[in-house]
């Protein structure tokens, strides 16, 4: 079992930036490959980045590609979304994923994973 706890999210003006943190519990998130979604209001849930359990790889979405970066550092258990030249596109609920199977390097959502509560991230024109 994976619990994971999203923060970081807010309210910021097109241009800014913004960095997002996904902390996880349990001893194995080395284990497991994290992704980032995220869901705007009336619309489904997309892939935005993923990386792997050791975090020498990672994914992203064409659109985020060049402003955001996804990272993780196993010591703390906690992925990382660096969101740079953020667009009012950008405004969503963004929610962390931990796949053990590696289906969000795919840009697909985990088959058998986990969730977290999801985080807003609001950027004003």
């Known amino acids: 079992q994976v619990q994971l706890v999203e923060s970081g999210g807010g309210l910021v003006q097109a241009g800014g930036s913004l960095r997002l943190s996904c902390l996880a519990s349990?001893?194995?998130?080395?284990?497991?490959?994290m992704g980032w979604f995220r869901q705007a209001p009336g619309k489904e849930r997309d892939f935005v980045a993923a990386?792997?359990?050791?975090?020498?790889?990672?994914v992203y979405a064409d659109s985020v590609k060049g402003r955001f970066t996804i990272s993780r550092d196993n010591a703390k258990n906690t992925v990382y979304l660096q969101m740079n030249s953020l667009k009012p596109e950008d405004t969503a609920v963004y929610f962390c994923?931990?796949?053990?199977?590696?289906?969000?390097?795919?840009?697909?959502?985990?088959?058998?994973?986990?969730w977290g509560q999801g985080t807003q991230v609001t950027v004003s024109s």
């Open positions: 349990g001893r194995t998130f080395s284990s497991y490959a």
């Open positions: 994923s931990a796949d053990f199977y590696g289906t969000v390097l795919r840009g697909l959502p985990p088959e058998n994973g986990y």
């Open positions: 990386i792997v359990g050791s975090g020498r790889r990672a």
